[in-house]
């Protein structure tokens, strides 16, 4: 599959807020509750979607995935659902790794097995895991792996 990487442009908005809330059900499923939903275009402001850098994949003119890192802190990476299994998340992930530091950092909560796999498979340890309100939407309890990859 050709997908290419390349930095966010306001135009990919549209679409990433329609893969991102497709796959964001993905992630609170077996969690925390479906209910703690909030749509990327309530979360992106609250939650600092754009306080660092962000990359997304395309496969032609389809946003198909994103990525973004605050310093050395993977903060966001979501695949539309119909391009899961496809390398796409693996290698947003690489490339987010590649413009940190020696030491990345992220957080994906319990539960989330397809991400904490993918996270582990790319060396990343489980440092530290703590249960208490989803970020975003602190009416929820959650509990978060919280990981670190020393390059």
Not at 46 to 61: D, R
Not at 112 to 141: M, W
Request: with cysteine; glycine share 10%; aromatic share 10%.
């Amino acid at each position: 599959m050709d997908v290419e990487l390349r930095p966010y442009q306001p135009a990919d908005w549209p679409q990433m807020c329609t893969l991102h809330d497709r796959a964001r059900i993905d992630e609170l499923r077996g969690s925390v509750d479906l209910a703690a939903f909030i749509p990327l275009e309530q979360a992106a402001e609250t939650e600092g979607l754009f306080e660092g850098v962000v990359w997304v994949a395309c496969f032609g003119e389809r946003v198909v995935g994103f990525v973004a890192a605050a310093g050395d802190e993977i903060t966001w990476l979501y695949v539309d659902p119909d391009y899961y299994r496809r390398g796409i998340g693996r290698r947003l992930l690489r490339h987010a790794v590649a413009q940190c530091g020696p030491e990345v950092t992220t957080e994906a909560l319990a539960g989330n097995d397809a991400a904490i796999q993918l996270y582990l498979s790319e060396g990343f340890e489980i440092v530290e895991t703590r249960a208490g309100k989803l970020a975003g939407n602190e009416r929820f309890p959650a509990t978060g792996h919280f990981m670190r990859l020393t390059k």
